[in-house]
C-alpha cells in the first residue's frame, strides 16, 4: 500500500456527475498530486473560515505549493451566521477578483458552512464553475460535502435560497478532525446517527457499541464515516433533487431548523444541535400519534445525550419564542406543498418514512405539550 492510498473510497453514481469521496488519514496532504492529475492546468480558489484557515489551510497550501498549484484565499467568519446574502457576495466577488476562470477550481475547505457557501457560489459564478469539497468537521465528513445540496439562510428560514451543485470530489481527511473542537464533533455525531434511525437499525446498534471509539479516534471512525458516505451516496443517486426519498435525509431538521432560525443562527444552537433535539422530538411525536414505541424514543435520547447532545427544548440556552413562531418557521420548510406540511415520522429505530398532509394544530398542540 502507498503512502497515500486511501483508507475507503465511496462512490457517487451520478452519470455525468458521478464523484469520488476519498476518506484517508491524509486526503489533504495528498490533495496536490491527486487534483493536479485531476484537473491539469487549473488554478484554485480555496474558501475557508478563520477558525479552518488557523488549524488546516497550511497543510492545503503546502500541498498545492509542493505539486505546483496556483491558488488563492478567500477567508470568511466562523459560523452559521456567515450562510448569508453579505458573505455570498463578497465570495462571488473575490473569485472574480482573481479572475478564477469557469474552467478553474473553488476548493470548499471547512464545515458545512463552507461547503454550502463555496458550493453556492461554485453553482453561479461565471454561470457555474467546479468546485471540490475537503471537510474539516465531522458532520461535513458525514453529511454536507456528499450529495450536492448548497445554499445560504435567508431571513425566512434556513437554507431558503441555494441551487444543486454536486462537487468533482470529496475529501475527507480524517487527521483533521483532530483540531475540531468536542462539541463541534457532538454536533456532527448527530448526523451520523441519523442514518441508523432512517433505515439501518444495526448501524445505529453498531454506533451505541462503538461511540467511545469513533470519539476518541479509533479505527471505528474511518468506518463510521465511510459508512454514512455509502448512505448518504445511495440515497442521492436514487432521488438527486429530493422528489421523493431523499427527504428521509430531513429527519429531525423540520424541528431543528425552526430552532436554529429562533435561536438566530447562533452558536446558542448548533445545526448538528438542533437535529438531534429535532430527532428526538420526531420520534416522541410519533410516539404520540401511536406510530412508534416510547421505548424507541427513550432508546434513541438516551444514546444522543450520553454522546453530549442536548436532546429537549430545555437543553437549549435561554428563552425559545412563542409555539405560533416556530410554526411560522415549520411553514417555510422546503418539504411544504400545496400548503400542506411533510414530516418525517418513524415506524421505530431504523424506520422512518415520509409523512405529508400533517396537521399543524397536532404539530402546535405536540409543542405545547412538551415545553
Ligand atoms: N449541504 C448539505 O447536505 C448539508 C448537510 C448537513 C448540514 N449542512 C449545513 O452544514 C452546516 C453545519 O456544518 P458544521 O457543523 O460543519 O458547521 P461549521 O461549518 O460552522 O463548522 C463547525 C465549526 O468548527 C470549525 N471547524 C471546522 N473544522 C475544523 C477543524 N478541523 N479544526 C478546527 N475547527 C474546525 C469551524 O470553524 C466552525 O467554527 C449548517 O449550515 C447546515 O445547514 C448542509
Ligand atoms: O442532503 C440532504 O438531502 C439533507 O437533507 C441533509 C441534511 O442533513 C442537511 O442539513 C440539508 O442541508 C437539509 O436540507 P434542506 O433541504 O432541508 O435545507
Ligand atoms: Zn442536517
Redesign the pocket.
Known amino acids: 500500500m502507498s503512502e497515500h492510498t486511501p483508507l475507503h473510497t465511496v462512490h457517487v453514481p451520478l452519470g455525468d456527475r458521478a464523484y469520488d469521496i476519498v476518506i484517508a488519514p491524509d486526503a489533504i496532504q495528498s490533495a496536490g498530486p491527486r487534483l493536479a492529475a485531476m484537473f491539469p492546468g487549473a488554478r484554485y480558489g480555496i474558501v475557508t473560515d478563520e477558525n479552518v484557515a488557523k488549524a488546516q489551510l497550511p497543510r492545503l497550501t503546502a500541498s498545492l505549493d509542493a505539486a505546483g498549484l496556483g491558488h488563492t484565499e478567500i477567508v470568511v467568519s466562523a459560523g452559521e451566521a456567515t450562510k448569508s446574502w453579505t458573505n455570498l457576495q463578497s465570495v462571488v466577488e473575490a473569485i472574480m477578483a482573481a479572475r478564477l476562470e469557469r474552467t478553474d477550481i473553488l476548493i470548499a475547505l471547512g464545515g458545512?458552512v463552507i461547503g454550502?457557501l463555496a458550493g453556492f457560489a461554485a453553482s453561479i459564478v461565471r454561470r457555474g464553475m467546479d468546485f471540490v469539497q475537503i471537510p474539516t468537521s465531522l458532520l461535513a465528513q458525514v453529511?454536507?460535502s456528499?450529495?450536492g445540496?448548497t445554499?445560504i439562510n435567508s431571513a425566512h428560514g434556513?437554507?431558503l435560497v441555494?441551487a444543486f451543485h454536486q462537487p468533482r470530489l470529496v475529501l475527507a481527511d480524517l487527521s483533521a478532525l483532530q483540531t475540531l473542537p468536542p462539541r463541534q464533533f457532538a454536533a456532527g455525531y448527530a448526523?451520523l446517527a441519523?442514518y441508523g434511525l432512517i433505515d439501518d437499525e444495526e448501524l445505529f446498534f453498531w454506533l451505541e457499541a462503538n461511540y467511545r471509539d469513533i470519539e476518541a479516534g479509533g479505527p471505528a471512525r474511518g468506518e463510521a464515516i465511510a459508512r454514512a458516505c455509502a448512505a448518504?451516496a445511495r440515497?442521492?443517486a436514487a432521488d438527486e433533487k429530493?422528489t421523493g426519498d431523499?427527504?428521509l435525509?430531513?429527519l429531525g431538521?423540520t424541528f431543528g431548523?425552526a430552532l436554529e432560525k429562533a435561536t438566530g443562527y447562533s452558536d446558542r444552537l448548533l445545526?448538528g444541535e438542533g437535529?438531534a433535539i429535532g430527532m428526538v422530538l420526531a420520534y416522541r411525536f410519533s410516539a404520540k400519534l401511536g406510530l412508534a414505541p416510547s421505548q424507541d424514543a427513550g432508546r434513541v435520547q438516551a444514546h444522543l445525550k450520553n454522546a453530549g447532545l442536548p436532546t429537549t427544548l430545555a437543553d437549549i440556552s435561554g428563552d425559545l419564542p412563542p409555539t405560533q413562531m416556530l410554526m411560522d418557521a415549520i411553514a417555510q420548510?422546503?418539504?411544504v406543498s400545496r400548503g400542506q406540511l411533510t414530516f418525517i415520522l418513524t415506524r421505530g429505530i431504523g424506520k422512518a418514512f415520509i409523512e405529508k398532509n400533517i396537521d399543524p394544530e397536532a404539530v402546535a398542540t405536540f409543542l405545547e405539550d412538551i415545553r
Do not use: T
Open positions: 458545512g454550502d453529511d454536507s456528499v450529495g445540496k445554499g434556513k437554507n441555494g448526523e441519523k448518504k440515497v442521492v429530493e431523499r427527504a435525509l430531513n431538521h431548523h445545526h437535529v420548510d422546503k418539504k
